[in-house]
């Protein structure tokens, strides 16, 4: 059985950092494409970064050059660290994984097409 587990959520000031980290289980870790999505309160969920089983990385345009996603094969765990933090960033993080490589682009646009989920965690950014 597949199972994400999202932690690190919390309450920063603008400015700040987090690092979210999504420990997976139930299967070969190596051979999904994973990715990171938030949605805010009346808002659709939205891709944040999404990485391929072969370790190739797209992010949101809104969190380039901010926000970091990496995985630990060996850990079988998702990171994403989350820099310079605006108030625009506060929202639930998920995690999703989905088997097999999907381009970056489609996986960041349509969080429909992967297969588990996480329960996961709060972000939240006070100006």
């Known amino acids: 059985q597949v199972q994400l587990v999202e932690s690190g959520g919390g309450s920063v000031q603008a400015g700040g950092s987090l690092r979210l980290s999504c420990a997976a289980s139930g299967y070969t870790y190596s051979r999904y494409s994973m990715g990171w999505f938030r949605q805010a309160p009346g808002k659709e969920r939205e891709g944040v970064a999404v990485?391929?089983?072969?370790?190739?990385?797209t992010c949101a345009d809104s969190v380039k050059g901010r926000f970091t996603i990496s995985k630990d094969n060996a850990k079988n765990t998702l990171y994403l660290q989350m820099n310079s933090l605006k108030p625009e960033d506060t929202a639930m993080y998920y995690c999703?994984?989905?088997?097999?490589?999907?381009?970056?682009?489609?996986?960041?646009?349509?969080?429909?097409?992967?297969?588990?989920w996480g329960q996961g965690t709060q972000v939240t950014v006070s100006s």
């Open positions: 990485i391929g089983s072969d370790g190739r990385t």
């Open positions: 999703a994984a989905r088997v097999g490589a999907m381009a970056g682009t489609i996986g960041l646009s349509f969080p429909s097409l992967y297969d588990y």
